[in-house]
C-alpha cells in the first residue's frame, strides 16, 4: 500500500494514506467478529474515507466497504440485518481503483489478522461472489500477492488511475480516489 502510494505521489498527484480501521474496533474481529463488530467496521471505513477524501487527490486504503463487506457477511451468515447492501453498492461505486492481491503467500502473524488458513479461504470465497456484484470490471485489477514484491513496478496501475505522465511533466490535477484489497 506505502509502495503504491509513493508511486502515485512520484506521478506528480497528492497522495493521502489511510489506515486499516478494523486495528481499532473495540468489538471484536477475525473469526470472533459479530454481525455489530463489522458493522462497526464499515462504518469506520466509511467515515474515514469522508475524512481523508479531500486531502488530496488520490487516497490510497488498505481494505475498502467491500472487503469489510466480505467479513460482515461471514459473520451474518450471508444475512443482511442492518440492511447495509445499499450503501455499500453505493459506496463501491466511489472508487476509482480496487486492486485485490490474490494470497498466493503463507499467512503471517502481525498481532492482529488471523493465520487460520479456513478462516481466509471463507473470506476469498466470499470476495468472489460479491465482487462481481459490487464492484466494475473496468476498474478491478487482481494480481498474486506474491507478484508484490520491493521491486514491484506500479507505473501501469498509477497510469490507469491517474493517466500518463510524461517525465518533467506535472499532471493536471484530478479528484481520484484508490483503495486497494491487500491480503496478506
Keep these: ?18 489506515r486499516e480501521v478494523i486495528r481499532f474496533n473495540p468489538l471484536g474481529l477475525n473469526e470472533a467478529s459479530t454481525p455489530e463488530s463489522q458493522l462497526w467496521v464499515i462504518m469506520a471505513q466509511i467515515q474515514q474515507e469522508l475524512e481523508l477524501r479531500t486531502r488530496a487527490e488520490v487516497l490510497v486504503t488498505d481494505r475498502a466497504v467491500v472487503d469489510n463487506f466480505a467479513y460482515f457477511l461471514r459473520a451474518t451468515g450471508g444475512e443482511d440485518p442492518f ?6 453498492r453505493r459506496w463501491a461505486g466511489t472508487y476509482d481503483l ?3 492481491l490474490l494470497p498466493d503467500v503463507p499467512l503471517t502473524v502481525d498481532g492482529v489478522r488471523s493465520v487460520n488458513q ?18 466494475s470490471t473496468d476498474c478491478l485489477v487482481e494480481l498474486r500477492a506474491s507478484e508484490i514484491t520491493d521491486g514491484f513496478d506500479w507505473a501501469s496501475l498509477v497510469e490507469q488511475l491517474v493517466g500518463p505522465t510524461e517525465p518533467g511533466e506535472l499532471p493536471i490535477p484530478q479528484p481520484v480516489s484508490l483503495h486497494p484489497t491487500l491480503w496478506d
Excluded at 479456513?118 to 464492484?135: A, H, N, S
Design 1 to 18: 500500500m506505502h509502495s503504491f502510494a509513493g508511486a502515485v505521489g512520484r506521478s506528480g498527484r497528492s497522495v493521502e494514506v489511510g
Design 83 to 88: 440492511d447495509v447492501k445499499p450503501l455499500i
Design 98 to 100: 480496487f486492486v485485490r
Design 118 to 135: 479456513k478462516f481466509r479461504d471463507e473470506i476469498e470465497q466470499i470476495l468472489d461472489l460479491i465482487l462481481p456484484m459490487y464492484v
